[in-house]
């Protein structure tokens, strides 16, 4: 197998999730901005490809004109996606809310799952991944500094999305 960034992330996420890659379905798109998992009818995983528009490498929805402190963040910021999303692949069953939305704002309801879930998908990295989990965390902060930065720029608010 060529060693190309989708290549790579594959296993990574194969590797944390320990699932059947026939298991579950990863794509690597272009045409997308945010990472975004399907869970029924089978799990289903979406992760934006980084992109390069005039010479600035675009990730998330975010610029990064510098354009090797870019190339970083960006590869830091897709492989916390990567571990996040296999995350939820290992310990994420959402048929055991099946019975508990029914009658809900699906909305909330999705917000309430996604907050317990990633609270135990960060748990599972912390204990099974201790040096991803690090990475992740390094990876949250700047995250967070360019978000706000971002957000009092334009007034507007981006968010991780898984
Ligand atoms: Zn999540």
Redesign the pocket.
Known sequence: MKETVENVAHQIFFDICEKNPTDIDVFFLNNIHFPKIEYLPSMTVYFPLPKEVNGNNIYEGIVFSDYEYGQETIWNLFFASIC?AAG?AKITDFNKYEKWIKGKNEKKAYKII?FI??IK?NNFLEEYFPEYFQEINKINETFKIINERKRRKRNQEYAKK?
């Open positions: 996040h939820h996604e879930e990633d998908v898984i």
